[in-house]
């Protein structure tokens, strides 16, 4: 018998492959400390966390826009499903991530779909995962876009979410300016 009748079956792993998006990604150096175009294997059972800190990220953002830790992913399998699944949580307090067109703030979660944008500030990350056989392990690849990807894969524009948001209200009956007398005030 050779070792590789005797190796253990190799398993199709789950990838999550993320393009990712900055428009002061060149000269600000954002997505330095990420490999791209390397598939990195990754146990299923842990949490991968994406924001500033090198201490508790996995993946880290060179930008103090960013969170200490801004999401993080986790898998699980659905209820009756042989296949891997996504979920993603914000954890940031100050800015909320959106999800495709669902608004996540502080620790909401939600079950990723299979393709779907990511949006935090000005960043944008294209999630697209890849099925796989293993529940053991997953694995992940980074992609740099050198152009917006709303523009590029025809999502809906939406401006960036900055940090604490507040709402501005008016009348959509009003379509001019009015003049009020001080004394209505």
């Not at 620790?107 to 056989?133: N, W």
């Not at 507040?166 to 001019?176: A, G, Y």
Request: with cysteine; glycine share 4%; net charge negative.
């Amino acid at each position: 018998m050779s070792s590789f009748e005797d190796a253990d079956t190799e398993e199709m792993l789950t990838c999550l492959q993320m393009t990712v998006y900055h428009p002061g990604q060149q000269p600000n150096g954002i997505f330095q400390s990420i490999g791209f175009h390397k598939r990195e294997k990754l146990p299923s059972r842990e949490e991968v966390k994406f924001g500033r800190s090198s201490k508790v990220c996995n993946y880290t953002f060179q930008d103090r826009q960013v969170s200490r830790v801004q999401f993080s992913l986790q898998l699980f399998k659905k209820f009756g499903s042989s296949v891997l699944s996504f979920e993603i949580k914000n954890m940031s307090k100050k800015t909320s991530l959106i999800v495709d067109n669902r608004t996540l703030d502080f620790l909401h979660k939600v079950d990723l779909p299979d393709r779907c944008m990511i949006r935090f500030g000005d960043y944008q990350i294209l999630m697209e995962k890849e099925d796989g056989v293993s529940l053991e392990f997953f694995e992940t690849e980074f992609i740099l876009s050198p152009r917006s990807l709303l523009q590029e894969n025809d999502w809906p524009p939406q401006n960036p979410i900055p940090e604490y948001c507040h709402s501005v209200w008016f009348s959509p009956q009003s379509t001019s300016p009015m003049e009020t007398d001080e004394n209505e005030l």
